[in-house]
Nanobody
């Protein structure tokens, strides 16, 4: 089972990017999926996540109103629409899936499947 993230790149301040994450391999059941990011010298942090039970979405305060997480029609597929990008959004973005239950959407250790990461760079 693998998660494949794509869509990163270089964008100017105020621009937009859309990240995609799709699962391949054996079908699995997850409790939720999300996007994390890690900037150089910083810890990995939650950007946005879905909890399938109840259909709830979670966002970091720093991205609320600018980023939108959505799910695709295919199982275990999610997207991250990033608008009004800022230089501080520069990081490697990882998609992740949590197969355990219960889990906390904001805790990276609760996710047991991780994609390879995609670089997002926002120039000022």
């Amino acid at each position: 089972v693998q998660l494949q993230a794509s869509g990163g790149g270089l964008q100017q301040t105020g621009g937009s990017l859309r990240l995609s994450c799709a699962a391949s391999g054996r079908t699995f059941t997850s409790s939720g999926m999300g996007w994390f990011r890690q900037a150089p010298g910083k810890e990995r942090e939650l950007v946005a996540a879905f909890t399938w039970s109840g259909g709830r979405s979670h966002y970091a305060d720093s991205v609320k109103g600018r980023f939108t997480i959505s799910r695709g029609n295919a199982k275990n597929t999610i997207y991250l629409q990033m608008n009004s990008l800022k230089p501080e959004d520069t990081a490697v973005y990882y998609c992740a899936a949590a197969r355990r239950r219960p889990f906390s959407a904001s805790i990276a250790n609760d996710y047991d499947l991780w994609g390879q990461g995609t670089q997002v760079t926002v120039s000022s």
